[in-house]
């Protein structure tokens, strides 16, 4: 069947291309090049269906029931059989796939396939933890092996689009949409980058291999109080220096879209940013594929207060170099008049256009538009066994151990009464965390039956209190549980007679996302007066964070022995739990964000400057830059992470005390595992640039190196250091490095660390 569809599809590409069936099998083993390909087929387009292909549609309607007659339905279909639809999203599975591919390359005078979108962000049906969580694992084969299994079971029901990964450096938990990111540093963020657009994108070539989009571009994550669509306002430096350099490496990994951001930038939204999108992304830095505008972006420049309706949005838009709209109908409704009335160049529609169909071209859907609509795959791809074992797998080093107290843990694996507290604990969903719109209900493994499966010890369940009253929906705003203490009784009175207590508590799934912002970092609802209730009755207490960014806990530092940072694992979830309480797997993971002491702290971060006066300078003096009721320190700071395995660093030593230009150096460190088991240890370089034409940071990750050692065990790690590791944008507005002098930094954090001294001469 799939073979009389691609003949009978490059017989129709044969026409459209203007040549003979001959040449156009030849045309499809890449003979003829990718660009003339295009400029052919542009050649033959009308500019209505040109403007078609920079228009993207929601799924509008039921394609297994009757045909929409009449509204926005109808009028979306009549465009899709007219050629004026260019790609579609939210439209899953092979059926509806293929159909609505069908009308597009069957029924419209070109034939010309759709692109299918969909937010594949951390999984499609089988979850894997969310991006945040897996970024604490600093295992970039582990996160690139994850996009791909993401991928592979997303591509198998038809998608071929992912709007991810989502590369917003955050330093702000208040911030709903940290939980789809990296963190808060360049660095790690440009590797991990990295690390998902080869794992979703692969070369392309396979069916199982989908689109990256690299998103948000750009600076979206720094709105104002943490708030979510909110005004960003920041400096040539912080952009290019912290912001940039995850897109440019998503680039340089060969992402082929780019989608903007609904923030504006120094007063221009970035939907209209011709800064942003003709001469950084396409111009300095080469783009070829194309950009597409994040939700109704376009038509958001009217509340903005950037166009005053929908067509000088769309002139706007498609002026600034955003190729296609993503459901705001200003391009279709109004791109062929503006171009018609002289306001926009038909040479910038031809671009943008050129732009889709050579992505369209480079994805296979020219030498078979079904490429993707494989039911037998589908059906022996989705939820597959094998996801199990790789979602658990990247569960478990996405976990990190913040505090460990007379070793509480792990957990003794018989004789032992556990008490088990927090709805959370109990919670199927939850874990699934947000963005995990294909996946279903109650999937998740709940921590209750990770634990079960331990049978030596007596385990008890009670539920405390609810999170969130009522079940949370993807859309609307959920009420948190602020008065409801009935469960207060029970669970004091199961923790009384335990030997260990472990406490569930967190955020339900969808607290964090976009949209989620929030302005208290505490534990939501009744949880913290229920901790600090079960620990009046028991102090031997494990508490297992759930959650979608940095929280505030420090009563909990303070008081409660062992806390794990669980984050939301996904579908494995409370077996990855169940196995690092009980040291079946050694935890790993590190920050990849900082946590406050206090939300009034935040944004923090580690890397920030040092201010003209970053230290008190006289006895009892106030003059200095510091907070008169909080410490300026985080609870935990970046790339912090404990194990049940312990690691000294000694022994820094530098090959020279200076290099030159195209020269390097090494610095090296012994670490030791001076613990009882084997582990994991995540060796991190930093370094300080002390003097330059624009002022740095005190800290700046500029490399890291897993290692795994046996007890008693020493292994020396080596970093080498070159013009590229110290280069940065520089008052010269260029990348480059300054001569000068430099500290460097090793170690498990970025605050316990063994230092060294360097020169950089020109």
């Given at each position: 069947?799939?073979?009389?569809?691609?003949?009978?599809?490059?017989?129709?590409?044969?026409?459209?291309?203007?040549?003979?069936?001959?040449?156009?099998?030849?045309?499809?083993?890449?003979?003829?090049?990718?660009?003339?390909?295009?400029?052919?087929?542009?050649?033959?387009?009308?500019?209505?269906?040109?403007?078609?292909?920079?228009?993207?549609?929601?799924?509008?309607?039921?394609?297994?029931?009757?045909?929409?007659?009449?509204?926005?339905?109808?009028?979306?279909?009549?465009?899709?059989?007219?050629?004026?639809?260019?790609?579609?999203?939210?439209?899953?599975?092979?059926?509806?796939?293929?159909?609505?591919?069908?009308?597009?390359?069957?029924?419209?005078?070109?034939?010309?396939?759709?692109?299918?979108?969909?937010?594949?962000?951390?999984?499609?049906?089988?979850?894997?933890?969310?991006?945040?969580?897996?970024?604490?694992?600093?295992?970039?084969?582990?996160i690139q092996k994850s996009a791909a299994m993401a991928a592979d079971e997303a591509s198998s029901v038809g998608i071929n689009w992912t709007f991810?990964?989502?590369?917003?450096?955050?330093?702000?938990?208040?911030?709903?949409?940290?939980?789809?990111?990296?963190?808060?540093?360049?660095?790690?963020?440009?590797?991990?980058?990295?690390?998902?657009?080869?794992?979703?994108?692969?070369?392309?070539?396979?069916?199982?291999?989908?689109?990256?989009?690299?998103?948000?571009?750009?600076?979206?994550?720094?709105?104002?109080?943490?708030?979510?669509?909110?005004?960003?306002?920041?400096?040539?430096?912080?952009?290019?220096?912290?912001?940039?350099?995850?897109?440019?490496?998503?680039?340089?990994?060969?992402?082929?879209?780019?989608?903007?951001?609904?923030?504006?930038?120094?007063?221009?939204?970035?939907?209209?940013?011709?800064?942003?999108?003709?001469?950084?992304?396409?111009?300095?830095?080469?783009?070829?594929?194309?950009?597409?505008?994040?939700?109704?972006?376009?038509?958001?420049?009217?509340?903005?207060?950037?166009?005053?309706?929908?067509?000088?949005?769309?002139?706007?838009?498609?002026?600034?170099?955003?190729?296609?709209?993503?459901?705001?109908?200003?391009?279709?409704?109004?791109?062929?008049?503006?171009?018609?009335?002289?306001?926009?160049?038909?040479?910038?529609?031809?671009?943008?256009?050129?732009?889709?169909?050579?992505?369209?071209?480079?994805?296979?859907?020219?030498?078979?538009?079904?490429?993707?609509?494989?039911?037998?795959?589908?059906?022996?791809?989705?939820?597959?066994?094998?996801?199990?074992?790789?979602?658990?797998?990247?569960?478990?080093?996405?976990?990190?151990?913040?505090?460990?107290?007379?070793?509480?843990?792990?957990?003794?694996?018989?004789?032992?009464?556990?008490?088990?507290?927090?709805?959370?604990?109990?919670?199927?969903?939850?874990?699934?965390?947000?963005?995990?719109?294909?996946?279903?209900?109650?999937?998740?493994?709940?921590?209750?039956?990770?634990?079960?499966?331990?049978?030596?010890?007596?385990?008890?369940?009670?539920?405390?209190?609810?999170?969130?009253?009522?079940?949370?929906?993807?859309?609307?705003?959920?009420?948190?549980?602020?008065?409801?203490?009935?469960?207060?009784?029970?669970?004091?009175?199961?923790?009384?007679?335990?030997?260990?207590?472990?406490?569930?508590?967190?955020?339900?799934?969808?607290?964090?996302?976009?949209?989620?912002?929030?302005?208290?970092?505490?534990?939501?609802?009744?949880?913290?007066?229920?901790?600090?209730?079960?620990?009046?009755?028991?102090?031997?207490?494990?508490?297992?964070?759930?959650?979608?960014?940095?929280?505030?806990?420090?009563?909990?530092?303070?008081?409660?022995?062992?806390?794990?940072?669980?984050?939301?694992?996904?579908?494995?979830?409370?077996?990855?739990?169940?196995?690092?309480?009980?040291?079946?797997?050694?935890?790993?993971?590190?920050?990849?964000?900082?946590?406050?002491?206090?939300?009034?702290?935040?944004?923090?971060?580690?890397?920030?400057?040092?201010?003209?006066?970053?230290?008190?300078?006289?006895?009892?003096?106030?003059?200095?830059?510091?907070?008169?009721?909080?410490?300026?320190?985080?609870?935990?700071?970046?790339?912090?992470?404990?194990?049940?395995?312990?690691?000294?660093?000694?022994?820094?030593?530098?090959?020279?005390?200076?290099?030159?230009?195209?020269?390097?150096?090494?610095?090296?460190?012994?670490?030791?595992?001076?613990?009882?088991?084997?582990?994991?240890?995540?060796?991190?370089?930093?370094?300080?640039?002390?003097?330059?034409?624009?002022?740095?940071?005190?800290?700046?990750?500029?490399?890291?190196?897993?290692?795994?050692?046996?007890?008693?065990?020493?292994?020396?790690?080596?970093?080498?250091?070159?013009?590229?590791?110290?280069?940065?944008?520089?008052?010269?507005?260029?990348?480059?490095?300054?001569?000068?002098?430099?500290?460097?930094?090793?170690?498990?954090?970025?605050?316990?660390?063994?230092?060294?001294?360097?020169?950089?001469?020109?």
């Open positions: 069947m799939i073979q009389i569809i691609r003949k009978s599809y490059l017989f129709l590409a044969a026409g459209l291309l203007g040549v003979g069936s001959v040449n156009a099998q030849i045309a499809s083993k890449n003979t003829i090049s990718l660009d003339k390909k295009v400029e052919t087929l542009l050649k033959k387009m009308t500019l209505e269906e040109k403007v078609g292909q920079l228009n993207q549609y929601n799924g509008f309607w039921d394609v297994t029931g009757p045909t929409p007659k009449e509204g926005l339905a109808a009028k979306k279909y009549e465009d899709l059989k007219k050629g004026l639809v260019g790609s579609m999203l939210n439209v899953k599975g092979v059926k509806d796939v293929r159909a609505l591919q069908k009308i597009a390359v069957e029924q419209t005078r070109l034939g010309i396939p759709l692109i299918f979108g969909f937010d594949v962000i951390h999984g499609y049906k089988t979850i894997s933890p969310i991006p945040l969580a897996e970024s604490a694992s600093w295992d970039l084969n582990a991810a990964p989502m590369i917003d450096v955050s330093r702000d938990a208040r911030w709903g949409r940290v939980m789809e990111g990296a963190g808060e540093d360049p660095y790690l963020g440009s590797r991990i980058a990295e690390a998902r657009v080869k794992g979703f994108q692969g070369d392309l070539s396979s069916n199982k291999n989908i689109l990256a989009c690299a998103k948000h571009f750009a600076a979206y994550a720094f709105a104002e109080s943490g708030r979510d669509y909110n005004t960003v306002d920041v400096g040539e430096s912080t952009l290019q220096n912290v912001i940039f350099p995850p897109f440019k490496a998503a680039l340089d990994a060969g992402v082929r879209t780019f989608m903007n951001s609904f923030n504006e930038l120094d007063g221009v939204p970035a939907t209209g940013n011709t800064y942003l999108q003709r001469q950084i992304l396409k111009g300095d830095w080469k783009f070829q594929g194309f950009v597409v505008s994040d939700w109704g972006s376009i038509q958001e420049m009217k509340a903005h207060g950037y166009a005053k309706d929908d067509k000088q949005a769309a002139e706007i838009a498609i002026n600034a170099g955003s190729d296609m709209d993503m459901e705001s109908s200003a391009y279709i409704d109004y791109l062929a008049q503006l171009v018609q009335e002289g306001k926009v160049k038909e040479t910038t529609v031809d671009d943008a256009v050129k732009r889709v169909l050579k992505v369209k071209f480079e994805l296979g859907l020219f030498d078979n538009p079904y490429k993707y609509c494989d039911e037998a795959r589908e059906l022996a791809t989705v939820g597959k066994p094998e996801f199990q074992t790789e979602v658990l797998d990247m569960a478990k080093k996405s976990i990190v151990l913040l505090k460990n107290n007379k070793e509480l843990l792990p957990l003794k694996k018989s004789g032992q009464k556990i008490a088990l507290i927090g709805a959370l604990a109990n919670d199927k969903t939850s874990p699934l965390g947000s963005w995990r719109i294909a996946a279903d209900e109650n999937t998740a493994v709940s921590v209750l039956e990770g634990l079960q499966a331990y049978k030596e010890n007596q385990l008890t369940y009670v539920k405390g209190a609810d999170v969130a009253l009522g079940s949370p929906k993807f859309v609307f705003e959920t009420k948190i549980n602020t008065t409801d203490k009935s469960g207060f009784a029970e669970a004091l009175a199961v923790a009384k007679n335990a030997d260990v207590v472990v406490m569930v508590l967190g955020e339900y799934g969808l607290q964090s996302g976009e949209g989620r912002s929030r302005t208290d970092l505490g534990l939501p609802g009744v949880q913290q007066e229920l901790l600090e209730a079960v620990y009046t009755v028991n102090k031997n207490i494990v508490l297992v964070l759930n959650n979608g960014r940095p929280l505030a806990i420090p009563w909990a530092d303070e008081y409660i022995p062992a806390i794990v940072e669980a984050w939301q694992l996904g579908t494995q979830s409370g077996n990855a739990i169940a196995q690092v309480l009980y040291g079946d797997y050694n935890p790993s993971g590190k920050l990849p964000m900082t946590f406050p002491r206090n939300v009034a702290q935040v944004p923090i971060y580690y890397n920030h400057k040092n201010t003209g006066r970053p230290v008190m300078n006289e006895p009892e003096s106030v003059f200095w830059s510091h907070y008169i009721d909080e410490k300026n320190t985080p609870l935990y700071p970046f790339g912090y992470g404990l194990s049940y395995s312990k690691f000294e660093y000694s022994d820094l030593k530098l090959s020279s005390p200076s290099f030159s230009k195209n020269g390097k150096i090494e610095v090296s460190v012994l670490v030791k595992n001076t613990g009882k088991v084997a582990g994991k240890e995540v060796v991190q370089l930093y370094i300080r640039d002390l003097i330059a034409s624009v002022t740095r940071p005190v800290l700046e990750l500029k490399g890291f190196e897993m290692i795994e050692l046996q007890p008693n065990e020493t292994k020396k790690v080596t970093f080498a250091i070159s013009e590229k590791t110290i280069e940065f944008f520089t008052a010269n507005s260029k990348w480059e490095a300054e001569a000068g002098d430099f500290k460097v930094f090793i170690g498990g954090s970025s605050a316990e660390t063994l230092k060294g001294d360097f020169q950089f001469i020109k």
